[in-house]
């Protein structure tokens, strides 16, 4: 009998133990952050008065990366070797698309061209925009969090091949907070910038 009731006690125990250990696994789980998924945006633009190139068409290009793969990836860095990307948070679409998206619909809005080709249209085009990624990504050095952005756009004459210009455009928006959320509203003040100055260029 006293084999018996211990026995039990022991059976009880574990029943105790596996429950506990359940109900905690079952609280981690609904505790997991979600995925927050963020855009780009950027302000609208005024349309120019006049451009030499009013009766043309551009095709924006893919964007190209000398680094990271243009991914859904949000990327940070503490320096120039340790980098990583946010566990928790990532872009809506692929960086690139959404690069080209974002440099179209503010191309279209400026109406220096008589039209803005996407890349995979097979109409033809007067001009060809490419662009190069330099950096796109959120910087923490010590005390400072900066969203930078570096992007260089080649502007190709298609029917003779030759390059036109080309120009680096560079910019460097302190964060509110650092974290994802605070990054991609200082990333989008950048992007505001950068269509601006494109219209500006590109005229």
């Not at 060809?128 to 004459?157: M, N, P, W």
Request: hydrophobic share 35%; proline share 2%; aromatic share 12%.
């Amino acid at each position: 009998m006293m084999k018996y009731n211990d026995s039990g006690s022991v059976m009880k125990k574990t029943v105790w133990i596996l429950s506990l250990f359940l109900l905690l696994s079952g609280c981690a789980l609904k505790e997991s952050a979600p995925m927050t998924e963020y855009t780009l945006w950027a302000t609208p633009i005024q349309a120019v008065s006049s451009s030499r190139y009013r009766s043309k068409t551009l095709k924006v290009s893919y964007p190209q990366s000398l680094k990271e793969n243009l991914s859904r990836d949000i990327h940070y860095s503490y320096s120039l070797t340790n980098r990583g990307v946010y566990q928790n948070s990532e872009w809506s679409n692929n960086l690139g698309q959404l690069l080209q998206g974002t440099i179209i619909e503010a191309l279209d809005q400026s109406r220096i061209f008589k039209g803005i080709l996407s890349y995979d249209s097979r109409a033809y085009e007067d001009y060809r925009l490419e662009s190069t990624v330099y950096d796109f990504s959120h910087h923490v050095r010590g005390e400072s969090s900066y969203a930078v952005v570096s992007i260089q756009f080649t502007l190709i004459d298609t029917n003779t091949g030759k390059l036109v210009k080309t120009r680096k455009f560079s910019y460097k928006e302190p964060t509110k907070t650092v974290d994802a959320r605070g990054y991609v509203a200082a990333v989008n003040t950048a992007m505001s910038r950068l269509v601006r100055d494109l219209r500006g260029w590109l005229r």
